[in-house]
């Protein structure tokens, strides 16, 4: 009996484990307004956890941590700030959400 609840509650754990972005590294969620003109956007990895990010007053396209595309604009490159390594990103139609931040990304390494 005590395997079978044991068994039980590993699928139920498993069941709950989604990937935000499937076959990225990262996905980064929408701006969140933090009030006085602060924003913050953060990265997560594949299982929502928040593992980078920028703050900021500024604009996120020049702080060196997101590359933006031309109009309309997208994040469409994540440099790692402990790595230093860049990710190509993209929307992607798989992408999920990370409690109540969207994802609006999805990035890879792409050998960059």
Excluded: H
């Excluded at 060196?64 to 700030?81: R, V």
């Amino acid at each position: 009996m005590k395997y079978s609840a044991s068994v039980i509650v590993l699928t139920a754990a498993i069941g709950q484990a989604m990937a935000i972005c499937p076959g990225f590294n990262f996905g980064i969620g929408n701006q969140q307004n933090l009030g006085n003109g602060i924003s913050r956007w953060t990265v997560y990895d594949d299982s929502c956890n928040a593992v980078d990010g920028l703050t900021t007053t500024g604009n996120p396209c020049t702080e060196g941590i997101f590359g933006c595309s031309p109009p309309p604009i997208i994040f469409d490159e994540y440099t790692n700030t402990f790595t230093g390594l860049r990710y190509a990103c993209r929307t992607d139609p798989n992408s999920g959400v990370c409690g109540s931040d969207v994802i609006s990304v999805c990035c890879r390494n792409d050998g960059n």
